[in-house]
């Protein structure tokens, strides 16, 4: 089966643009049905220097910059306000492509956090009071005792959107993309900052 999948050739119009291929190609695997179309692996870097990954969805992407939301005192907000070099990573199996994007992250403005809280579902908005992200639960119970008494605290009212929650903004220096085609001649198509302006390199697979 390998074999036969093919992510198709790359070819970009204007390396100034360097995440216009990403919104293709994301775009592309949601028609295809793909689960999660949105769902990269984020690297952080800790405090002693080690690399740290887990997944989050990428909600914001617009320019040369892409986004996700989080809790700000979960561990990958800390990491990233001590340092904010990053990498993130969406792989589509189906659609035999890659997408890396590395660069600096910093915080949202709240006005973008809000406007996005309230478009979420109620029990979400709830959720983000409920989870205190990346601390120590004592018991198992703990987290459906919080989302209750957040359910009867906002009982009538809009949820509000917590002090703690929060969104990275990453502006990307360096993006690339991998296709998958057939005989293993995969294509690899690196885009850098250099200034003002991107430049462009194939690279061997
Ligand atoms: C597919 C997928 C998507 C996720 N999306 C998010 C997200 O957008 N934001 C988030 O904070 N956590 C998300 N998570 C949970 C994180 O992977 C992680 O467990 C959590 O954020 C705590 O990470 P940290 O302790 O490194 O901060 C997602 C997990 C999966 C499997």
Request: with cysteine; hydrophobic share 35%.
């Amino acid at each position: 089966m390998g074999d036969y999948r093919d992510g198709g050739e790359i070819s970009i119009e204007d390396p100034g643009k360097p995440l216009s291929l990403l919104v293709k190609w994301i775009n592309e695997a949601k028609e295809s049905g793909v689960v999660e179309p949105n769902a990269m692996s984020l690297a952080t870097v800790d405090s002693s220097g080690a690399p740290r990954g887990r997944m989050v969805l990428l909600k914001f992407l617009e320019g040369e910059e892409i986004g996700f939301f989080t809790n700000l005192e979960s561990d990958k907000a800390v990491e990233i306000l001590d340092c904010g070099s990053v990498a993130a990573t969406m792989w589509w199996p189906q659609m035999e492509r890659q997408g890396r994007m590395e660069g600096t992250a910093y915080q949202m403005d709240r006005s973008q956090v809000q406007d996005y809280h309230l478009s979420r579902a109620r029990n979400s908005r709830i959720a983000a009071w409920a989870s205190d992200q990346s601390s120590q639960m004592e018991s198992k119970d703990d987290l459906s005792r919080r989302f209750a008494e957040f359910e009867s605290k906002f009982d009538g009212e809009e949820v509000p959107l917590p002090p703690y929650w929060g969104g990275f903004r990453i502006t990307v220096n360096r993006v690339e993309y991998w296709s998958g085609r057939p005989n293993r001649l995969h294509e690899r198509i690196a885009l850098e900052r250099d200034g003002d302006s991107w430049s462009q390199r194939r690279l061997y697979p």
